[in-house]
């Protein structure tokens, strides 16, 4: 009974988690069994103090006020309660100041019980489906839009705790007043109970087809407010591009059409909830006034009509009355628990789903950290793919210990892509990649990740300071290492002139850097990493000339002593490089130094000459290349962006 959401990117790991409730339960639920028991008999205990003053109103009129009937109460021997009518006044008011103080005291204990419970497990849930999440492999992210992996750490985590809070709670506050009032209605007079609840299974299905009704006029409402951001929020960073081409009439009438849209959708959703309350007062108002129509006939003519033969008194007829104005409105939330239940399971599978995926990357349990002596790391046939095409194709390829090794080539040759396969964000489909002659994918990922310093043209900063930025991923490194590090990135001088130095918060909300001072953050970092074996990806594009001269002499540092291997497009970067491997398409077309590969006049000279202005010289068959490639990219629609894995089309919904 699970209500399939639209467009649920995480269908599958939905459809395969099986009792996702029952696991919700008995996985968080359980260890925090207590706080959840006070909740619970706070919650029936507080119910039945709220159902006692009705009662004893009615006790009170026919015992003292009319003395018509006896006074006394359910499950209490008579023999315990006073027979002076003052004595009884007294009590009756002394049970009902009780029962409003208790029931304070109660809601209170009840309420923190269950918030306790559902802050217990939605801090639980969350950090572990964090856990999960931070653990699977790249493809995963890739496949996911970051949006949607948010939506399920807050919206989906969020549905439960307020499942586990509100819906668990009124549930049980619907179950003690149903079943509590019912019980003493039959007590009191079986015949009229059996009028004063006849409407209970009438509301209960009338509430539900509401909840039916309005739930896909709901999600129409959710889709269509998230067209109105998607289009606000595209068009509010593209403000630009819209006042350049002088768009603006043109995108007021889309978001025009898009808010209208949500206004119908909105609107359609309005009409339906419009019309159930007033619905419910009619049925609610169609079984009090049955009750109080017989009841009232009763009390009136001392025998009842029809087969409501007994007496029944004014005093039980006023609790009669009260008790069913009580049940009514509790009941209009019945639709409302199903609704919440309902949304809950659904965000409990996405999420136990989204624990229980592959994470991927496999460790054999036998793993050891590896060792790293020489550093020498060796490509052995390696073929690998994201999907079903080869994206590398038997390559091979080595570097000796110390060296530095650049891999050059076209634009979507799977540079990137053997690189993250040495630090394991994927693992290879055939083939090895060997560190001194250690199977990489036999030892542990920290080791071999703790090995691999990466500094890639994508230079991400945390919200930090500087300092914490350089420190990242080594912690424990103290001022002296921080400043060397950061001198040797060519990065101390600027970062002196920042306001507060090495304290300056940098990041999305931090000071903003220029592309070239981040990577020199990144380098630093690295430097301070120390590791035996280096990537730099493209680390020196985008920057200016000068700036270019400053990283790389930073880098030359980096890279003096450990095995490198670099990826860049401009040769001028690559050219001192002790072996240079040119890929094209999954394999690998080329090798030697510069000077070998120049003298051989194949691709990479093309490319050399291209860099070097020579484009009349370049001959015919590479010009042809270069096309066809451009030509594939535009009808794929979608190139990679190689340094994030993600698509590179920026306008997600056109
Ligand atoms: P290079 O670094 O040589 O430019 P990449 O290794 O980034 O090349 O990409 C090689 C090929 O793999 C490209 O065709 C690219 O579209 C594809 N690719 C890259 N990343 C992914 C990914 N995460 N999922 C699917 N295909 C990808």
Do not use: C
């Not at 006692?52 to 006074?71: C, M």
């Not at 001022?479 to 990135?489: G, H, W, Y």
């Not at 280096?534 to 270019?548: F, G, M, N, P, R």
Request: net charge negative; no cysteine; glycine share 10%.
């Amino acid at each position: 009974m699970e209500v399939p959401d639209e467009d649920d990117p995480f269908e599958e790991q939905r459809d395969r988690t099986a009792n996702p409730m029952r696991r919700l339960f008995a996985g968080y639920g359980q260890e925090r069994r207590g706080v959840f028991g006070i909740g619970v008999v706070a919650s029936i205990l507080a119910r039945m103090l709220d159902l006692l003053p009705p009662l004893l109103l009615g006790i009170a009129v026919d015992a003292i006020f009319l003395d018509e009937g006896p006074f006394s109460f359910p499950l209490v021997p008579d023999r315990w309660l006073p027979t002076d009518p003052e004595q009884q006044f007294w009590l009756i008011i002394g049970i009902v100041l009780f029962s409003f103080l208790g029931g304070a005291t109660l809601h209170w204990v009840r309420n923190w019980g269950w918030n306790r419970f559902a802050q217990h497990v939605q801090h639980a849930i969350r950090t572990d489906t964090y856990d999960a999440m931070q653990r699977l492999n790249m493809t995963f992210f890739s496949d996911k839009q970051t949006g949607e992996m948010m939506s399920v750490l807050s919206n989906d985590v969020n549905r439960l705790e307020r499942f586990l809070n509100d819906g668990l709670n009124s549930a049980f506050r619907l179950g003690v007043m149903v079943v509590g009032i019912a019980a003493l209605l039959f007590w009191m007079n079986p015949q009229l109970a059996v009028v004063a609840l006849a409407p209970v299974p009438l509301i209960a299905v009338f509430t539900y087809r509401f909840v039916e009704n309005i739930q896909p006029k709901y999600a129409e409402v959710r889709s269509t407010v998230g067209q109105v951001n998607s289009r606000l929020e595209n068009n509010l960073g593209g403000i630009q591009v819209i006042k350049t081409s002088n768009t603006e009439g043109y995108e007021a009438d889309r978001v025009e059409e898009v808010s209208g849209d949500y206004f119908d959708a909105n609107w359609n959703a309005i009409e339906t909830r419009i019309r159930f309350f007033p619905g419910l007062r009619v049925l609610a108002g169609l079984g009090f006034a049955l009750t109080f129509t017989i009841g009232g006939l009763w009390v009136f003519q001392g025998a009842g009509p029809w087969f409501f033969t007994g007496t029944l008194r004014p005093g039980e007829f006023v609790s009669f009355i009260l008790y069913t104005q009580r049940f009514i409105w509790p009941m209009a939330q019945f639709g409302q628990i199903i609704n919440m239940y309902q949304r809950a399971y659904a965000s409990a599978a996405r999420i136990f789903g989204l624990m229980d995926e592959n994470a991927g990357i496999d460790e054999r349990t036998d793993a050891a950290d590896l060792v790293v002596t020489e550093g020498r790391v060796e490509y052995d046939d390696v073929t690998f793919s994201y999907d079903e095409e080869a994206i590398l194709d038997g390559v091979s390829f080595g570097a000796e210990g110390g060296d530095t090794l650049a891999l050059v080539g076209p634009t979507g040759a799977g540079k990137s892509t053997a690189l993250k396969l040495l630090l394991r964000m994927y693992d290879v489909d055939s083939g090895a990649i060997r560190v001194d002659n250690e199977d990489i994918s036999d030892v542990t990922v920290t080791s071999l990740r703790d090995a691999i310093g990466y500094v890639s043209q994508e230079t991400f900063l945390f919200y930090g300071t500087v300092r914490e930025n350089i420190t990242y991923g080594t912690f424990d490194a103290d001022d002296e290492a921080v400043i060397e590090a950061a001198t040797a990135a060519e990065a101390h001088e600027f970062i002196t002139n920042l306001p507060d130095g090495y304290d300056t918060m940098v990041g999305e909300r931090g000071v903003k850097l220029s592309g070239g001072q981040r990577q020199r953050l990144t380098i630093a970092r690295a430097m301070l990493k120390d590791p035996e074996i280096l990537i730099l990806d493209e680390a020196t594009s985008d920057v200016d000339t000068e700036t270019e001269m400053l990283i790389q002499r930073s880098l030359d540092r980096l890279t003096a002593d450990r095995t490198t291997f670099v990826i860049a497009h401009r040769l001028s970067t690559v050219k001192d490089a002790d072996r240079i491997v040119v890929l094209d398409d999954g394999r690998v077309r080329e090798r030697g130094t510069h000077e070998d590969l120049l003298a051989s006049d194949g691709l990479y000279a093309s490319l050399w000459g291209v860099q070097a202005g020579e484009i009349d010289d370049l001959p015919e068959e590479f010009v042809e290349r270069a096309t066809r490639r451009g030509a594939k990219a535009e009808v794929d629609g979608e190139e990679y962006d190689a340094a994030s894995g993600r698509p590179a089309v920026g306008d997600g919904d056109d």
